[in-house]
């Protein structure tokens, strides 16, 4: 990766846009669930939860990019293979969601699970609320999470250390925990449940090189448990 700093101002521009990156994140939740506007923290609202987080956090990241003279396909944004890139992902990502929502969730008292219940009463049944849910979860998790958390977060943090497979190790690792943490698990169940799509888009990015494979994995995993929850509990 050719970025055009020294170490100590890469490092001082990364990890300002980490921080600056989350706040994005969760600035928008904060709006809706303590001004509660439109009802707050609704299905509905959830799609401009997810337009805020994908043009702020990537008008973000570009400014990042821009300051260590290097720029988005450097960070892993080439659809060159995107064919076999999507059904990697697709494959993948919807894989686990079965597994999630068909065992382990159920396993857990499926409907009064919090996490489940929580989706369910933000959607209340309403078409229009679940499709606020699916913008949020395919822009706002699919997309932008993957630029900011696989894209971002591995590959420019690995170009501060001189061996280079030492960085990818650390900065790969430090993207699964703070990915994983800023998900607010309650407990060692939701741990779990966490660690294990963050493993698998993580390892998509490292294997591949390119976001094309965990974009794809992250939105359909999203995706398939929405309609999962849809079909199951809420519609």
Do not use: C
């Amino acid at each position: 990766m050719s970025i055009q700093s020294g170490r100590g101002r890469t490092l001082a521009i990364y990890f300002a846009t980490i921080v600056l990156g989350y706040a994005l994140f969760i600035a928008p939740n904060l709006y809706f669930g303590i001004f509660k506007p439109n009802s707050g923290l609704t299905g509905e609202n959830m799609a401009w939860i997810g337009l805020f987080q994908l043009v702020t956090v990537t008008a973000l990241v570009w400014g990042a990019l821009r300051l260590l003279g290097t720029g988005f396909r450097e960070i892993g944004w080439d659809w060159s293979h995107w064919k076999r890139d999507a059904l990697l992902g697709a494959a993948l990502g919807g894989a686990w969601a079965l597994v999630e929502m068909l065992l382990v969730y159920p396993s857990q008292g499926g409907a009064e699970h919090p996490h489940i219940a929580e989706i369910i009463a933000q959607i209340g049944g309403r078409p229009e609320a679940m499709l606020g849910y699916l913008v949020l979860g395919v822009l706002g998790g699919g997309v932008t999470e993957e630029i900011f958390n696989r894209g971002f977060t591995i590959n420019v943090l690995r170009t501060a250390f001189a061996d280079r497979r030492v960085g990818l190790y650390v900065a790969a690792s430090f993207s699964i925990v703070a990915f994983m943490v800023g998900h607010l698990p309650r407990d060692g169940f939701d741990w779990i449940v966490i660690f294990i799509p963050t493993l698998i888009y993580t390892v998509l990015f490292v294997r591949t090189g390119r976001l094309t494979a965990p974009i794809l994995a992250h939105g359909v995993h999203n995706a398939l448990v929405l309609a999962i929850v849809w079909f199951a509990y809420a519609g």
